[in-house]
């Protein structure tokens, strides 16, 4: 099955600092999402892209639909404390009704 | 307006017993979703309900494995015997409506934890 390679598994930065994390695929996705898992808690969508090359802001995040449709990256500006948590990438693949498919997640910290 | 609800938020089983985790979707939301989500990974998808049928349910393990969506409103995912691999979050989650060629916002309760001793 489809499977998205995530990296880095886990990430330890300086409050202030930029942050970036990316994604990719071994095949073309139609939709990839940026997600946040806070513990004890289901994921939080924090970005989706729906065509290639698109590049959407969402406050100090910016993410951006790769143009082979095979990857994606998310950027953190400015990280603050309450960043901490556990980044996810997804996407549908290209045939329609497929299941949402998700990497392993980076899971970021953020010292003050 | 309430998010996605789920049932027990923890519970700890012994092998062979039986368990059941339930779920109440956002009101309105036709779209339901199970996902296991193991130690270190994402969530994997097990079953989609649109209203009361289930259309996707390729990566459910049938032989222990079940679920029901009687009403097309809230759910309850089963498994019988459990095993000691079948430890993990347990994740629900629903959506508006699906479409075809768009995606769809899933939002996601705050998952069961399951541990199996």
């Known amino acids: 099955g489809q499977q998205l390679n995530q990296s880095p598994q886990s990430m330890f930065i300086q409050e202030g600092e930029d942050v970036s994390m990316n994604c990719t695929s071994s095949?073309?996705?139609?939709?990839w999402l940026w997600y946040k898992q806070d513990p004890g808690e289901g994921p939080v969508l924090l970005i989706a892209l729906y065509k290639a090359g698109e590049l959407t802001s969402n406050g100090r995040l910016t993410a951006q639909f790769g143009i082979t449709r095979k990857d994606s990256f998310l950027n953190i500006s400015a990280s603050i404390p309450s960043d901490v948590g556990i980044y996810f990438c997804?996407?549908?693949?290209?045939?329609?009704?497929?299941?949402?498919?998700f990497g392993k997640g980076t899971r970021l910290s953020v010292i003050a | 307006e309430a998010g996605v609800v789920q049932s027990p938020r923890y519970k700890i089983i012994e092998k062979k017993q039986p368990v059941a985790f339930w779920c109440n979707p956002i009101?309105?939301?036709?779209?339901l979703y199970w996902y296991r989500q193991n130690l270190g990974q994402g969530p994997e998808l097990l079953i989609r309900y649109e209203n009361e049928e289930a259309v996707d349910d390729s990566q459910l393990p049938k032989d222990r494995f079940s679920a029901e969506r009687l009403k097309g409103v809230d759910s309850t995912l089963k498994i019988q015997p459990a095993e000691l691999g079948d430890s993990a979050v347990y994740l629900c989650?629903?959506?508006?409506?699906?479409?075809?060629?768009?995606?769809?916002?899933?939002?996601f309760g705050p998952g069961t934890r399951l541990t199996v001793l």
């Open positions: 997804a996407g549908h693949g290209i045939s329609g009704n497929t299941p949402l498919v």
């Open positions: 009101s309105g939301h036709n779209t």
């Open positions: 989650a629903s959506s508006p409506y699906t479409l075809i060629s768009s995606y769809n916002e899933q939002f």
């Open positions: 095949s073309i996705f139609n939709t």
